[in-house]
C-alpha cells in the first residue's frame, strides 16, 4: 500500500510517468473490452462555445429589453418591507454571509480564500508547463502539463486540466511513454467531477475512469485492464462514501496552487482514491531561488505525507517546487525511488 500510494502521488505530478508508461504495441489487443458504458451514461463533457469574434471597430449590439418603468407605489411597498424586517433575520442574513465567506471544510487552511475561491486566481487558460523528466541525469522524456479551455461537465462549468508524458528517444528503447490523463473539476467549488487515464503498455494496456457524484458524495472508479496473452480482460470496480471536498490524485496538484504559502505552514486535503479517503498533508520547509531555462525564479519547496485511516505513511523524500507568485506553478519535482532520484524540471511556460 505505501508504495502504491508513493507511485501515483508521483505519477501524477510527472516524476515518474514514465514508470507507467505505454507502448504504440496495441494490435495483441482487444480495445472494444476497455469499453465503459456505466461510465459514459454517469459522465457528459461537453464543451463551452466560445464567444463570437467582433470586428474591429464595430460595437456590439445589445439585446432589446423591455423595460417598465418603477412606480411609486411599488418603491413605497420596498421601503415598507425593509423597515419591517427584524433583527433576528438581519442575524440570520448576516449569519448566512459569513457561511457563505467561511472556508470548507475545516481540515484545509482558509487563508487567501471567500468561500471556496481563492482571492487571487492561479489558473491561467491556455497555460502549459512543459517539463524534462531525468533520471541519473540522462533524459527519460517529457511531461506536459495543460490548462484546457472550460468545458461543462453534467451541466456544470468546470476546470479541464490534461496531463501528457512522452518517453526520450532513448528510453523509448526500453519502454515507450505515451500517457495521458484528463481532469475536470468544478469552477465554482474546486472540487473534481471526473478524471481519465489512458495507459498502453507493451504487456498490457488499461483504461481508469472516475466519477465523483457531490449530490450522493459517492465517488466511483472504473479500472479496466487487458493483459498481453490474456483473452479476458481484468476489471476492479471501486465505490465508497468519500470526504467533503476531498480532491482526486490529479486534480489536488492544481488545487494545492490555490493556497496562501508562508515557510512553516503545513497544509492539509482531503483525497478520495480507488476506495480509500486520504489527507495530503504538505508542509512549507523553506523557500529557495531556482535557476531554469527562462531564469532565475523565487520558490517555496513543499513536502507532502500522506494520513491513511489516522496513521501516517511514509513515502519517501518528494519535493515540490512552486513559484512564489499568484499562479504558484509547479517548476520542480524531485522523488527519491529505490535506485536514485527522478527530477522533473520545468522547461518552458506558455503564455
Known amino acids: 500500500m505505501i508504495n502504491r500510494h508513493k507511485i501515483f502521488f508521483v505519477c501524477l505530478l510527472g516524476g515518474v510517468a514514465f514508470a507507467t508508461a505505454c507502448s504504440s504495441l496495441f494490435k495483441d489487443y482487444n480495445m472494444k473490452d476497455l469499453e465503459n458504458k456505466e461510465f459514459d451514461k454517469e459522465v457528459h463533457i461537453t464543451e463551452i462555445p466560445a464567444p463570437p469574434v467582433q470586428e474591429p471597430g464595430v460595437e456590439p449590439i445589445p439585446p432589446e429589453k423591455k423595460l417598465e418603468p418603477v412606480q411609486e407605489k411599488q418603491k413605497s411597498k420596498i421601503k415598507i418591507k425593509k423597515e419591517k424586517i427584524s433583527k433576528v433575520e438581519s442575524k440570520k442574513e448576516e449569519k448566512a454571509l459569513e457561511d457563505k465567506q467561511k472556508h470548507y471544510p475545516d481540515l484545509e487552511d482558509g487563508e487567501g480564500f471567500v468561500g471556496r475561491q481563492p482571492i487571487e486566481n492561479p489558473f491561467v487558460i491556455g497555460e502549459e508547463l512543459q517539463f524534462s523528466v531525468r533520471y541519473f541525469g540522462v533524459e527519460a522524456g517529457k511531461f506536459t502539463l495543460t490548462t484546457k479551455p472550460f468545458v461543462e461537465v453534467n451541466g456544470k462549468k468546470s476546470y479541464h486540466f490534461s496531463y501528457q508524458a512522452r518517453s526520450s ?37 488499461r483504461d481508469v475512469k472516475s466519477f465523483f457524484n457531490w449530490k450522493t458524495n459517492i465517488a466511483k472508479t472504473w479500472d479496466k485492464k487487458i ?13 465508497w462514501d468519500m470526504k467533503p471536498y476531498a480532491q482526486s490524485v490529479f486534480s489536488v496538484p492544481f488545487y494545492l496552487r490555490c493556497f496562501t504559502l508562508q515557510v512553516g505552514k503545513e497544509l492539509a486535503v482531503n483525497v478520495a482514491h480507488e476506495g480509500e479517503n486520504i489527507i495530503m498533508r504538505a508542509k512549507v520547509v523553506r523557500e529557495e531561488k531556482l535557476s531554469t531555462p527562462y531564469g532565475k525564479i523565487d520558490t517555496f519547496v513543499i513536502k507532502p505525507s500522506f494520513q491513511i485511516d ?36 520545468v522547461e518552458k511556460v506558455q503564455p
Open 310 to 345: 489516522g496513521v501516517f505513511k511514509p513515502v519517501g523524500d518528494i519535493f515540490l517546487w512552486l513559484s512564489k507568485d499568484k499562479y504558484k506553478r509547479i517548476v520542480r519535482i524531485e522523488s527519491k525511488i529505490k535506485i536514485g532520484t527522478i527530477v522533473v524540471s
Open 169 to 205: 528517444s532513448v528510453f523509448s528503447l526500453f519502454y515507450k511513454v505515451e500517457d495521458s490523463a484528463e481532469s475536470y473539476m468544478d469552477a465554482e467549488m474546486l472540487v473534481p467531477y471526473s478524471y481519465t487515464i489512458t495507459a498502453r503498455e507493451s504487456k498490457q494496456v
Open 227 to 239: 493483459k498481453k496473452g490474456e483473452a479476458e480482460p481484468v476489471i476492479k470496480d471501486y465505490q
